[in-house]
């Protein structure tokens, strides 16, 4: 089955989709990568979804035009996706939408909101679409995230010693795909160093490019440590966060009252916050390998924070075992999508903590109808790339 994966993330710097042709071998779910793009929101919508989360106020005037949008932009990428991709032969899209509030209270996840409505992906692509993957393990008492953790395990379980996988978004998490598998959110990623970045520099950059701030800054230890003392990094699994917490009136408050620091200073510091937190939970897990993907791998001083910080645990990129680290979730979505078609869970309940694993999303059909494909007798227990042709 061709099936395309599209992914937001909490950044909002891109739709990327990701093609894929899935197969079941035996127990083997079998991918082989047909190719990624990403296409960055227009400037005006970008501005919109900004300017509406949290901790800003919105209107349901607001949401409505704000998922009718994202879910046109949504379907663009996807009839792009499977014209370039995939001949325009695509059978599938599985859409994770646009995140825009995640509802954690006490440590308990109530509800999860994703938008970029379907209708128009379906409606554009012609195929079937799959979204609404998070709220169907919130409903069985999970987190909703990371929902990646199950292509995580059946990806890596089976590697030496303890392999970790690590997203680096603008929240980063983990999946320990090892013994009884555990994934959650480790706390910001890109989250705090691109909100530093646009209100530091007037709005003239959205990120911190190659790092280059950083690499001119030195840490301000007395900033580190404060934002260290955040309760969120003490809180045992599963656990999820969002821009909900890590925003920029969070960030001003941790500057509240110290004396000013140069812009670089500030995102040095936030760069190093990133790689101490994602650090000790590697460590926590008794992690032996890491495996890191999303736009946090592009930043080359993350990076080198982040191996100085995990030491003697090793550090690979997700493309050195196939899987680009900027399509990675894509492809990964992709994978649930297929799951979901074939009437098969797409959770792994140690790693969102829900009471049971589920059969995630809903069904969109397209205008060719609906037809689903039968069932396989079980699932897969593997999840094996194959070389893109």
């Given at each position: 089955m061709r099936v395309i994966g599209l992914m937001s993330g909490t950044s909002l710097d891109a739709i990327d989709a990701a093609a894929a042709d899935l197969t079941l071998d035996g127990d083997a779910l079998v991918l082989t990568p047909l190719g990624s793009l990403s296409v960055p929101y227009s400037d005006e919508l970008g501005k919109a979804l900004a300017a509406a989360l949290p901790p800003a106020a919105t209107t349901m005037e607001d949401v409505c035009r704000l998922d009718t949008r994202v879910g046109q932009e949504f379907a663009a990428v996807a009839v792009r996706a499977d014209r370039e991709l995939c001949g325009g032969r695509a059978e599938l899209i599985a859409s994770h939408g646009q995140t825009v509030f995640h509802w954690v209270e006490g440590g308990r996840v109530h509800g999860t909101l994703q938008i970029g409505e379907p209708a128009w992906i379906a409606e554009a692509a012609g195929c079937p679409a799959v979204s609404g993957f998070r709220t169907r393990d919130v409903a069985a008492g999970g987190q909703g995230a990371p929902?990646?953790?199950?292509?995580?395990?059946?990806?890596?379980?089976?590697?030496?010693?303890?392999?970790?996988?690590?997203?680096?978004?603008?929240?980063?998490?983990?999946?320990?795909?090892?013994?009884?598998?555990?994934?959650?959110?480790?706390?910001?990623?890109?989250?705090?160093?691109?909100?530093?970045?646009?209100?530091?520099?007037?709005?003239?950059?959205?990120?911190?490019?190659?790092?280059?701030?950083?690499?001119?800054?030195?840490?301000?230890?007395?900033?580190?440590?404060?934002?260290?003392?955040?309760?969120?990094?003490?809180?045992?699994?599963?656990?999820?966060?969002?821009?909900?917490?890590?925003?920029?009136?969070?960030?001003?408050?941790?500057?509240?009252?110290?004396?000013?620091?140069?812009?670089?200073?500030?995102?040095?510091?936030?760069?190093?916050?990133?790689?101490?937190?994602?650090?000790?939970?590697?460590?926590?897990?008794g992690a032996t390998e890491v495996v890191a993907s999303g736009g946090g791998t592009r930043n080359p001083v993350l990076m080198a924070m982040l191996r100085t910080e995990l030491d003697d645990i090793g550090l690979l990129a997700s493309g050195d075992l196939g899987l680009p680290p900027d399509a990675k979730e894509a492809y990964a979505f992709a994978v649930l999508g297929y799951l979901t078609v074939h009437g098969l869970p797409g959770t792994v309940p140690t790693c969102t903590g829900a009471r049971h694993a589920t059969v995630l999303g809903s069904l969109t059909p397209g205008r060719r109808g609906l037809r689903l494909p039968e069932a396989p007798r079980t699932a897969p227990a593997v999840l094996r790339i194959a070389p893109r042709p």
């Amino acid at each position: 089955m061709r099936v395309i994966g599209l992914m937001s993330g909490t950044s909002l710097d891109a739709i990327d989709a990701a093609a894929a042709d899935l197969t079941l071998d035996g127990d083997a779910l079998v991918l082989t990568p047909l190719g990624s793009l990403s296409v960055p929101y227009s400037d005006e919508l970008g501005k919109a979804l900004a300017a509406a989360l949290p901790p800003a106020a919105t209107t349901m005037e607001d949401v409505c035009r704000l998922d009718t949008r994202v879910g046109q932009e949504f379907a663009a990428v996807a009839v792009r996706a499977d014209r370039e991709l995939c001949g325009g032969r695509a059978e599938l899209i599985a859409s994770h939408g646009q995140t825009v509030f995640h509802w954690v209270e006490g440590g308990r996840v109530h509800g999860t909101l994703q938008i970029g409505e379907p209708a128009w992906i379906a409606e554009a692509a012609g195929c079937p679409a799959v979204s609404g993957f998070r709220t169907r393990d919130v409903a069985a008492g999970g987190q909703g995230a990371p929902l990646v953790s199950i292509v995580d395990v059946l990806w890596l379980r089976g590697r030496p010693g303890v392999p970790v996988a690590l997203n680096l978004g603008g929240i980063a998490n983990i999946t320990v795909a090892a013994g009884d598998p555990v994934a959650f959110d480790t706390g910001p990623a890109n989250a705090l160093i691109d909100a530093a970045v646009r209100d530091l520099t007037g709005g003239r950059r959205d990120f911190d490019a190659d790092g280059a701030l950083a690499a001119r800054g030195h840490v301000d230890q007395p900033l580190l440590e404060r934002l260290l003392d955040e309760p969120y990094y003490a809180r045992p699994a599963p656990k999820t966060t969002g821009k909900e917490l890590f925003h920029l009136p969070y960030l001003r408050a941790a500057l509240a009252g110290r004396p000013l620091l140069p812009v670089e200073d500030v995102v040095a510091t936030l760069t190093r916050l990133t790689a101490r937190t994602v650090a000790d939970a590697v460590r926590s897990v008794g992690a032996t390998e890491v495996v890191a993907s999303g736009g946090g791998t592009r930043n080359p001083v993350l990076m080198a924070m982040l191996r100085t910080e995990l030491d003697d645990i090793g550090l690979l990129a997700s493309g050195d075992l196939g899987l680009p680290p900027d399509a990675k979730e894509a492809y990964a979505f992709a994978v649930l999508g297929y799951l979901t078609v074939h009437g098969l869970p797409g959770t792994v309940p140690t790693c969102t903590g829900a009471r049971h694993a589920t059969v995630l999303g809903s069904l969109t059909p397209g205008r060719r109808g609906l037809r689903l494909p039968e069932a396989p007798r079980t699932a897969p227990a593997v999840l094996r790339i194959a070389p893109r042709p």
